[in-house]
């Protein structure tokens, strides 16, 4: 991770792994259903029904696709709860139409009303932007564009700077429009993004359809990085893998996916937390960073408050095996390590081992003091490693 990192300043142009990612994705298939796999920034689903139709999902991906049926409470609610404005931005989705396109596909609403609805009416597709006055910054109408009955990638970004607004259809620019709309205008970061419907404007259409890999960009996509979209859909680059288990339900003779244990994301979640990809103490002991390593780490949490350590090594530490290593990871120092140890269900043991000079690089690792390593057994050290610590759970 951190590798890559200074890889990429190194090689900003070349390499397709430097290409930006979207900020949040949410996948939508049977294995994640809300959950977002980037920052933990779940959607939620409406309070009084949070069982789903899954269909078959887009071939390249490993899971089935939500799929809303146009009936009353079918859609999803994504909140944004951004501290600052949002300047450029996109968003980006796989959309199975049932039959003609017809409907809101989003509705992005802040507190004083629309900011964004992008919309299907009569075969063609209408996107719209407003300011946080409801002054409109930008709109376009692209005829003909989703087929019926088919996969549709779909693409649309509005640039800060021009008010340039831009639509991709499977990977072409369709629509590349920079009209009179006022330049530099800002969107409201707080607001709530509903998949399927409109929010407030009774009588629009619900769109029925299939959807997989909904993602936003703080940020307007090349063509190459429209390309890549499709990789943040696979398990293999999110940050959190969710465990979900769905129980099918048979209603009104459809057979539905449940979520059982929904608990409706936190409405306090106004902070992101920190990314902590060096622990530190505030990864450990506030509420909201401690949850995101958990879930980052797909770790769960111990009940233990306190626990006696055993020093079993110096200057020596196990030779990790996959199936005994529960965590590696940079942190500040030594103590965080034992701290985590304490925290972690499952953790049995840990060694901790100074860096070595060069041995991390780039700007977020400045702090990284100490390699920690949790085990879930207590395994030899046999492994010399000078000035390392290995401890294990007593
Ligand atoms: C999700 O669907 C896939 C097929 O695409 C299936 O193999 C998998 O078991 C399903 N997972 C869950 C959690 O339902
Ligand atoms: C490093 O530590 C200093 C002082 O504790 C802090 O101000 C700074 O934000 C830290 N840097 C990173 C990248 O965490």
């Not at 009774?202 to 769109?207: L, S, V």
């Not at 509420?287 to 797909?298: D, E, I, S």
């Not at 034992?338 to 972690?344: D, M, N, S, Y």
Request: charged share 25%; proline share 5%.
């Amino acid at each position: 991770m951190l590798a890559r990192a200074l890889l990429c300043v190194a090689f900003l142009a070349q390499l397709t792994d430097c290409l930006r990612p979207p900020k949040y994705v949410w996948p939508l298939g049977n294995t994640t259903v809300h959950r977002e796999v980037m920052s933990g920034r779940d959607a939620h689903l409406p309070a009084n029904d949070q069982c789903f139709v899954f269909s078959d999902g887009y071939p390249d991906f490993p899971y089935r696709a939500l799929t809303l049926t146009g009936e009353d409470g079918s859609f999803v609610d994504f909140y944004m709860r951004g501290k600052s404005d949002l300047n450029d931005l996109a968003v980006s989705m796989w959309v199975f139409p049932i039959g003609e396109p017809e409907g809101t596909i989003i509705n992005y609403m802040c507190e004083t009303g629309n900011v964004i609805k992008i919309a299907v009416l009569e075969s063609l597709l209408f996107v719209s932007f407003w300011d946080e006055y409801g002054v409109s910054v930008g709109a376009t109408a692209v005829p003909e564009l989703l087929v019926a009955d088919a996969w549709n990638h779909l693409v649309i970004s509005r640039e800060y700077e021009s008010g340039r607004i831009k639509v991709f259809h499977n990977g072409g620019l369709v629509d590349d429009i920079d009209d009179d709309f006022p330049n530099k205008i800002p969107l409201p970061g707080k607001g709530s993004m509903r998949l399927g419907s409109s929010q407030k404007d009774k009588g629009d259409t619900r769109f029925k359809g299939r959807f997989a890999c909904f993602q936003f960009y703080m940020t307007t996509p090349t063509e190459a990085e429209v390309k890549a979209s499709k990789d943040f859909c696979k398990p293999d680059k999110w940050k959190i893998i969710p465990e979900i288990t769905l129980e099918t339900r048979t209603i009104d003779g459809v057979e539905k996916g449940c979520v059982t244990d929904y608990v409706e994301p936190s409405e306090m979640g106004n902070a992101e937390p920190k990314e902590c990809e060096v622990m530190d103490m505030a990864c450990l002991v506030s509420g909201l960073n401690w949850n995101w390593v958990l879930r980052k780490n797909n770790w769960k949490a111990s009940s233990r408050d306190t626990a006696y350590f055993h020093r079993i090594a110096k200057d020596q530490i196990p030779t990790a095996s996959d199936n005994s290593i529960l965590g590696d990871f940079f942190a500040t120092d030594k103590k965080v390590c034992t701290r985590a140890c304490l925290r972690v269900k499952g953790c049995r043991a840990f060694s901790a081992t100074p860096l070595q000079p060069g041995e991390v690089e780039g700007e977020s690792a400045a702090n990284a003091t100490t390699r920690c390593a949790l085990y879930k057994k207590i395994l030899e050290a046999t492994q010399d490693k000078p000035g390392a610590v290995y401890f294990s759970l007593r």
